[in-house]
C-alpha cells in the first residue's frame, strides 16, 4: 500500500506540523562542565570590557548549561540544590527532556571566538611572496612589485563568482571548526567595480548558507589600481560615484573600511570615502597605523568608526584620542607576526583602560591563518595580554566591534548558543599555552 493511500493529506499536514515543532524546540543539555567561562546575569551584562577589567573572566566550576532552539535558557552549578531545581536528579527525567545530552567531564565550555577582521574571500594563496620576504623584501617592496593588494586583485579578475563562492566555503567551515562562530569578511580585492561586486556577493552567498552570523565590509579603497596610480583621485570617484551605490542599492556591505596608511590612501583620501559610505548608511571601521603612524586613528575616531585595526604604529597622542571615543582598537598580531614586524602595543592600550580586541587578519598574504586560538597565544607571549585578557578580546570585546555584543561573546541567558567545548585540558591557560594545538573538540553554532 502506498504512502498516498495510507494518510491522508489533513495528517500529512498535521505531521509536518509536529515535525516542525520538534525541530523548533530542540533541547540539549552539556552537564559537569570543568569551568562554565565569560558568565553573566541580566543584571551584570556588559557590552565591552575595559583596561584592566579584561583580566577578569567570571566562570562557574562544576557547571551545567541549557540550550533551546537555539539560545541559552539556564546555567548554572551542578551543586545538587541548584541542580535539582533546573534538572532534577532521575536519569531518565533526563533523557526524556533533552534531544541531546553532553558530558562536558573535565571540558571547559566558553563562547565562540568573535573574528571581527578578515579577508577570507581570496582567490589564491601567494607563498611565492613568503619566499621574497625570506629573501629580504620588505612588504612594502613586495606592494611596489606587483605583489600584495594589487597581485591579489589579478587573481581575482580571472575568476568566476561560482568558483570563488566554491574556494570560499571551505576557507568559512575551517574557521568554525577552529572556534569562530562570527566572522566579518571585506571585498578589497577586486578593486573594479564588477569584481568588488562579485566578492561581495559571494560574502552574501556565504551569509545566506546560516552557518555563523557574518558583517561584510566594503573595501575598495584597499589599494590603488595600476591604471589610477596617477590619478587617485580618479579611483576615488569611482568608488564613491560608481561602485557604493550598486553595493547599496542591492544591500551588500555593513560596513565602509579603508586602507589608510601611506603609499595607499591618505587621510583626505580616507575622508572622501568614509564620508560617502556613511551617507550610504554603512559603518565606518578601517585599517589605521600598520606601517606607520599615518593619522587614520583621528580620521576614524573622527567619523565615529566602531573600529581602528592593525595599530603597529601609534603612541600617547593616538591613544588619547581612543580614550575620548567609542571606537574599539583591533589587534591583528597574526599579521605582525607573519611579516616579522613590531607587534601592537596592547599593555598600553590596557593600561590607558580601553577595551582591546584581538582578531585574526586571515588573508593570502600577511596572515594566511584564521585560528584565533593561535592569534590569543600571540596575545599573549608577544603582546603580554594575560590569558583572561586574551580570552575577553576574542569573545565580548570581539562581539562589541561588530555590533554584536546582545547576542553573542557571553554566556547569558536569551544570547545565541554559540559554543566551544574543549578538549580534556587541564585548565583555561592550556588554551594560549599549547600554541598550535587544536584543544577544540566540538563547535556548537
Request: hydrophobic letters at 40%.
Amino acid at each position: 500500500m502506498t504512502f498516498a493511500k495510507t494518510m491522508n493529506l489533513k495528517n500529512i499536514s498535521e505531521r509536518i506540523q509536529e515535525l516542525l515543532h520538534l525541530r523548533l524546540t530542540m533541547r540539549t543539555l552539556i552537564t559537569n562542565i570543568k569551568k562554565l567561562v565569560q558568565v553573566e546575569t541580566q543584571s551584570e551584562r556588559k557590552d565591552k570590557v575595559f583596561g584592566h577589567d579584561m583580566d577578569t573572566l567570571p566562570c562557574i566550576e562544576k557547571a551545567f548549561l541549557i540550550i533551546e532552539d537555539g539560545v541559552i535558557v539556564d546555567f548554572g552549578s551542578m551543586d545538587l540544590g541548584t541542580r535539582q531545581k533546573a534538572l532534577g536528579d532521575s536519569a531518565d527525567v533526563l533523557a526524556a527532556s533533552y534531544d541531546e545530552t553532553i558530558d562536558a567531564t573535565g571540558k571547559y565550555v566558553m563562547p565562540t571566538y568573535v573574528d571581527s577582521h578578515t579577508h577570507l574571500v581570496h582567490a589564491a594563496s601567494r607563498e611565492d611572496e613568503f619566499v621574497m620576504r625570506i629573501k629580504g623584501m620588505s612588504y612594502a617592496e613586495v606592494a611596489a612589485a606587483g605583489g600584495g593588494i594589487l597581485n591579489s586583485a589579478k587573481k581575482m579578475a580571472s575568476i568566476s563568482e561560482d568558483e570563488l563562492f566554491d574556494l570560499s566555503v571551505p576557507k568559512l567551515e575551517e574557521a568554525i571548526k577552529n572556534g569562530t562562530g562570527a566572522i566579518e569578511i571585506k571585498s578589497g580585492y577586486g578593486l573594479n567595480t564588477e569584481a568588488e561586486l562579485k566578492m561581495l556577493r559571494v560574502i552574501r552567498r556565504l551569509k545566506e548558507l546560516k552557518r555563523i552570523p557574518i558583517k561584510a565590509s566594503f573595501l575598495a579603497a584597499h589599494a590603488y589600481p595600476l591604471e589610477y596610480k596617477e590619478n587617485h583621485q580618479g579611483y576615488l570617484d569611482l568608488i564613491i560615484n560608481e561602485m557604493l551605490p550598486r553595493v547599496a542599492d542591492e544591500g551588500l556591505a555593513d560596513y565602509i573600511d579603508a586602507f589608510c596608511e601611506q603609499g595607499f590612501f591618505s587621510v583626505e583620501e580616507t575622508e572622501q570615502v568614509l564620508e560617502a559610505g556613511i551617507k550610504h548608511g554603512l559603518i565606518p571601521k578601517i585599517h589605521a597605523n600598520q606601517l606607520h603612524n599615518s593619522g587614520g586613528i583621528q580620521v576614524g575616531v573622527k567619523h565615529n568608526a566602531i573600529s581602528v585595526d592593525h595599530l603597529e604604529s601609534l603612541g600617547e597622542k593616538e591613544i588619547k584620542c581612543l580614550q575620548n571615543s567609542n571606537t574599539l582598537p583591533v589587534l591583528l598580531p597574526g599579521a605582525a607576526f607573519f611579516l616579522a614586524m613590531n607587534y601592537q602595543p596592547a599593555r598600553a592600550l590596557i593600561d590607558a583602560n580601553l577595551p582591546v580586541v584581538i582578531a585574526s587578519d586571515y588573508n593570502p598574504g600577511s596572515c594566511p591563518s584564521s585560528n584565533m586560538s593561535f592569534m590569543m597565544s600571540l596575545a599573549c607571549t608577544q603582546l603580554k595580554m594575560t590569558p583572561n585578557e586574551a580570552i575577553n578580546s576574542v569573545t565580548i570585546n570581539g562581539a562589541a566591534s561588530l555590533g554584536m555584543q546582545k547576542e553573542l561573546g557571553s554566556i547569558c541567558l536569551g544570547k545565541k548558543a554559540s559554543l566551544i567545548i574543549t578538549k580534556a585540558i587541564p585548565s583555561l591557560e592550556y588554551i594560549p599555552y599549547h600554541y598550535a594545538h587544536d584543544c577544540v573538540e566540538r563547535v556548537i553554532v
